[in-house]
């Protein structure tokens, strides 16, 4: 009878040797980890630098063009189409910087109230040189009717203008300048 009970102990033995050594080595273990945390490192890697990174084949405009504060003024003006003899707000933005091939066409100007909804008052904007010459101009949600080739330079300012009977003050609003066809983002201008 001991025989056979040194026979099952045997046996249980084996079996328990038999299922470690099935296990994985400690090398084979640190390798997998060591590959996981690899793969996880370049996926985490390649997710933060599309969130910092823009597009190479369009750039934002935020890094290509900067604006000044707004100044506001009240008057009217024969030379811009929808002033004439009638008041309009104007809110002149000089360009403080702009790099590579920006032009007036690249951008896109919008109204945005201080509830966060789109305005489109009548009126528009007008690009004016160091001179003070109109060399561009849109209307608020339409494209450049002047000027849509003009390089846009440190030597321009925009002007923001309201017009009609009774012109839009944009105290409180936020003027967004939208990166269109070769640029993407916005540069946004709050109006005190």
Known sequence: MMHGYDNRLRAV???GRSSRSRGVSDI?????????VVVLAAVLFVLIRGYTAG???SPGLG?????GTPEE????TGSITGCGASVCNFYNLSVQASSRA???H???VEIIAANGSLILPPGG??????????VGQTTFGGSWSLGAAVPVTSTLTFVVYTSGAMPVSLSGDTLRFIGVSAYSGTVEVHVF
């Open 106 to 108: 690249d951008i896109a």
């Open 73 to 76: 003024s009240v008057g009217t």
């Open 63 to 67: 890094t290509v063009l900067a604006v």
């Open 13 to 15: 033995r084996v079996r």
């Open 125 to 134: 904007v007008v690009v004016v040189n160091a001179t003070n010459q109109i």
């Open 102 to 104: 920006l032009e007036l």
């Open 28 to 36: 084979v273990a640190i390798v997998l980890m060591v590959v996981i």
């Open 55 to 57: 597009n190479a084949t």
